[in-house]
């Protein structure tokens, strides 16, 4: 079993949706959680982190469920130019860990 | 502030030959990561500094790959000799301190091994 497992997608939506993003980790000693953002043939960068509390940053909400081990994104009023894979991560030992990532296109 | 600096951005290499990657972190970043992306997967942790000593070199296939920082700046990735299966993107990062503080990635350095 992958340590960090994500839905590949695509996901295609249209301008203005709502979609959903879930992550799923295997090991309970995982200490912070994160997004990171990749755009095509570019470097992947810090999007968030994810607190227990979940966290919401303009359009976007992070949440964590640690006893399902379980991450989500959510990602309201989609632009153009939130296309882009969106990597979760998480701290297992001192060690980021990040999963395959999930393509997220956004359509006019 | 200048980002994580690599270079070179693209290599091609023949199999069995040797090939070298160079990383300049942010400034005052203490941490120094080097990882590899395949196509279609997320970054995999090769090696992490703490200044100039080498705390995580796990992942680091070590009967091919080196990977030094002097100084506690500057590091270099090297892999010798080059395998097909070397061919992906050399990714550098660099934080302040800690693993969870933001780690800032540099633009990568694409080999392909023929």
């Known amino acids: 079993r992958k340590e960090v497992e994500q839905d590949p997608g695509p996901f295609n939506v249209p301008e203005g949706a709502t979609v959903a993003f879930n992550c799923t980790y295997s090991?309970?000693?995982?200490?912070?959680f994160f997004w990171y953002r990749q755009d095509c043939r570019k470097e992947p960068k810090l999007l968030m982190s994810v607190y227990s509390s979940g966290n919401e940053d303009g359009r976007f909400t992070a949440q964590l469920n640690r006893a399902s081990q379980y991450i989500s994104l959510l990602i309201r009023d989609s632009k153009l130019s939130d296309s882009a894979t969106y990597l979760c991560v998480v701290n297992v030992f001192q060690k980021l860990v990040f999963g395959t990532g999930t393509r997220l296109l956004v359509s006019p | 502030e200048a980002g994580v600096v690599q270079s070179p951005r693209y290599k091609i290499i023949e199999k069995k030959q040797p090939v070298a990657f160079w990383c300049n972190p942010i400034?005052?970043?203490?941490?120094l990561y080097w990882y590899r992306q395949n196509l279609g997967q997320g970054p995999e942790l090769l090696i992490r500094y703490e200044n100039e000593e080498a705390v995580d070199d796990s992942q680091l296939p070590k009967d091919r790959f080196s990977a030094e920082r002097l100084k506690g700046v500057d590091s270099t990735l090297k892999i010798q000799p080059a395998e097909l299966g070397d061919s992906a993107v050399y990714l550098c990062a660099s934080s302040l301190d800690r693993v969870t503080d933001t780690q800032y990635f540099g633009p990568g350095t694409r080999l392909t091994v023929l």
């Open positions: 090991n309970s000693a995982s200490q912070s």
């Open positions: 400034s005052g970043h203490n941490t």
